[in-house]
């Protein structure tokens, strides 16, 4: 029956908020694994014009779903990554490769325009006949004992047994379930944008790292890449303020001109930099994914392969319920999500939160311990296959749709 605004108040399965990568993936996955599932995402306020390197698992699973194929030809291979210490510090660390080939692996993944890689969720999404897409911005999530209540801004009101939160940092969804965020500031930003280049980039993706944080170029198809640089905000205000011409020659001067003649395209991003994990990723009915559940600097690639590990993760759950019969938004259902994801964001939020740590540091023994681990992995084969390996797809945690599994 329409309510007092005239909508029709729908009963669907699951319910996802937020459009972004991660909340895209999920709704894809939940509705081909027959789950009626609604996604009602308001269009961000800024154009993303970040990349995103898609490493081992990801790209697996967008294939599983029937997503990559949309968008791979706007994908560059990344089969080699270089760390280069330009901290010019006491404790200098050799520069480490890793090289794809070295782990049996064409490449460790391939780097993508977020731009590309959304429209090619939303594309495939909208194939989906269980799949009801809404542009529309969320005002209120309300768990109760049997669903979540969720009311759009257009006066329409939906209800579900499981809402899926992907909407972002600061979500709504996350406040909604009760859960609360450990969360800190780093003293730095980052400026992403896109560049031209005269050099070919040889499929190489280099990390320079500065005392201010890494200088991170990314391959993009053709003689473009991407870029991430990690600076003090009030540095990254006035770097970021530079025209294209002298921009240009800035950041030609801070890759040491490795890739020659640098032009920058039109479109900057500034992001401040922390660190943020939920204290649970699921209650109420309500699922954290994405950066609704955890936000680690961009550093090693990781943060949205995060978040799609933790759609495939929810997607797999939730339908295995369904087919038995089950309630899908069941606490057993969110306690299990909960446990499989906490190791995979812990670890790795750990393990960038440190890396980031020694390269800020003036203090000599850890800038010495850093530059004795980047030693050990450039010598030690069998270690820095393991590092590899691990960073590319964790031992664990690998759910199905990572694994080429149908859900
Ligand atoms: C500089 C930088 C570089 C990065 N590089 C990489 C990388 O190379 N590899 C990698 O894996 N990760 C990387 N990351 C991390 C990655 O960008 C994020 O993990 C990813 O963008 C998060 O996606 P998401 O879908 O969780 O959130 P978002 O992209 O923030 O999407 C949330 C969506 O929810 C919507 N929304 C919010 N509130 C509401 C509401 N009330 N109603 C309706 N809709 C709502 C928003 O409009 C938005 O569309 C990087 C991050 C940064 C900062």
Known sequence: MPNKNGHRDEIPSAIVVGGGPAGLTAAIALSQGGIATVLVGKRPVRADNRTTALLGGSVTALSTLGVWELCAAQAAPLKTMRIVDDTRRLWHAPEVKFEAHEIDLDAFGYNIENLHLVAALEQHARTLGSLRMIEDEVLRIEPGADAVAVTLKSGESLRAPLTIAADGRRSMGRDAAG????????????????????????????????????????????????????????????????????????????????????????????????????????????????????????????????????????GELAIAAHREGGDIGAQDVLNAYDKMRRADVGSRTLAIDLLNRTLLTDFLPVQGMRGLGLYLLDRIGPLRRAAMREGVAPATAQPRLMRGEAL
């Open 179 to 314: 859960i609360a965020l450990d969360e800190r500031d780093y003293k730095q930003a980052a400026l992403t944008l896109c560049l031209k280049h005269s050099r070919p980039h040889r499929d190489t993706s280099t990390e320079f790292h500065t005392p201010s944080g890494p200088f991170t170029l990314v391959p993009l198809p053709g003689l473009r890449s991407s870029l991430v640089w990690v600076l003090d905000p009030i540095q990254a205000d006035e770097i970021g303020a530079l025209d294209d011409a002298e921009l240009s020659a800035e950041i030609e001067r801070a890759s040491h001109s490795i890739l020659g003649k640098i032009e920058v395209e039109s479109g900057r991003g500034l992001f401040p930099l922390g660190v943020a994990t939920a204290r649970r990723f699921a209650d109420k009915r309500i699922a954290l994914v994405g950066e609704a559940a955890h936000v680690i600097p961009p550093i090693g690639a990781q943060g949205l392969n995060l978040g799609l590990r933790d759609a495939a993760t929810i």
